[in-house]
């Protein structure tokens, strides 16, 4: 959308508040925006937004976003992320749709571009069972090395069972973020942070143990206790 008027930056801080609170992506497009620093960074940074007079703007042009992520990682160096770089890795964040343009401004002689998200907060779809099975396929492959004797359905049905339990489980949190969703983003806590938080307190159930501890048999892993 192009605004000939700079002063009209109300479209900067109102699409904000349009976004849907959640919105589930698919697995493998949610890992690969979130795989690499800068991009993982960038979605962070427009959910942070940026103070713009009393306000808070969630709406960031290239050259803000680039400030605020060499600004707060100085550890990586002198201007740590170059602006070609950035451009990269904005257009694969719209590609993903999870990054989208607010609204085009005519600052002086030249268009600036100003990117948001495309909603408050991201959780990653479940992996089918052949995906899960594949992105496994290593780990089934060495506990079949470990036991030879062990028939490979035996192995595929035990990690399918597992994966229901996970299932289960993404469920149980994915509803749990939606049903406290506006709690959440008042309290500014990353909707990622959270869901990987709360996949850890699950990871202590029982029956998750208890397969973690077969596997650990399986591959012939040392006791740590």
Same mark, same amino acid.
Request: net charge negative.
């Given at each position: 959308?192009?605004?000939?008027?700079?002063?009209? !930056?109300?479209?900067?801080?109102?699409?904000?508040?349009?976004?849907?609170?959640?919105?589930?992506?698919?697995?493998?497009?949610?890992?690969?925006?979130?795989?690499?620093?800068? !991009?993982?960074?960038?979605?962070?940074?427009?959910? !942070?937004?940026?103070?713009?007079?009393?306000?808070? !703007?969630?709406?960031?042009?290239?050259?803000?976003?680039?400030?605020?992520?060499?600004?707060?990682?100085?550890?990586?160096? %002198?201007?740590?992320?170059?602006?070609?770089?950035?451009?990269?890795?904005?257009?694969?964040?719209?590609?993903?749709?999870?990054?989208?343009?607010?609204?085009?401004?005519?600052?002086?002689?030249?268009?600036?571009?100003?990117?948001?998200?495309?909603?408050?907060?991201?959780?990653?779809?479940?992996?089918?069972?052949?995906?899960?099975?594949?992105?496994?396929?290593?780990?089934?492959?060495?506990?079949?090395?470990?036991?030879?004797?062990?028939?490979?359905?035996?192995?595929?049905?035990?990690?399918?069972?597992? %994966?229901?339990?996970?299932?289960?489980?993404?469920?149980?949190? %994915?509803?749990?973020?939606?049903?406290?969703?506006?709690?959440?983003?008042?309290?500014?806590?990353?909707?990622?942070?959270?869901?990987?938080?709360?996949?850890?307190?699950?990871?202590?159930? %029982?029956?998750?143990?208890?397969?973690?501890?077969?596997?650990?048999?399986?591959?012939?892993?040392?006791?740590?206790?």
């Amino acid at each position: 959308m192009l605004l000939e008027n700079i002063s009209d !930056r109300s479209l900067l801080f109102e699409f904000w508040d349009n976004l849907v609170n959640i919105k589930e992506i698919d697995f493998d497009t949610f890992k690969q925006s979130n795989e690499h620093p800068i !991009r993982k960074e960038i979605v962070k940074i427009l959910r !942070r937004g940026i103070k713009d007079g009393d306000r808070k !703007r969630h709406a960031l042009s290239m050259k803000e976003i680039l400030d605020e992520i060499n600004q707060l990682h100085k550890h990586w160096g %002198k201007e740590a992320v170059k602006m070609t770089s950035l451009y990269y890795h904005r257009d694969l964040l719209i590609e993903n749709k999870q990054m989208q343009e607010v609204a085009v401004f005519l600052e002086g002689k030249r268009h600036v571009s100003y990117y948001g998200r495309t909603a408050k907060g991201f959780i990653a779809s479940d992996l089918s069972n052949e995906d899960f099975l594949n992105f496994n396929s290593h780990i089934i492959n060495l506990i079949q090395e470990f036991n030879p004797d062990m028939p490979k359905d035996e192995i595929i049905n035990l990690f399918k069972h597992m %994966k229901s339990k996970f299932d289960k489980q993404h469920q149980l949190i %994915k509803n749990w973020i939606e049903e406290n969703s506006n709690i959440l983003l008042k309290l500014d806590i990353d909707i990622i942070d959270i869901y990987e938080k709360i996949s850890t307190i699950y990871s202590y159930k %029982k029956e998750i143990i208890e397969f973690n501890d077969e596997f650990a048999r399986l591959l012939h892993l040392p006791d740590y206790f």
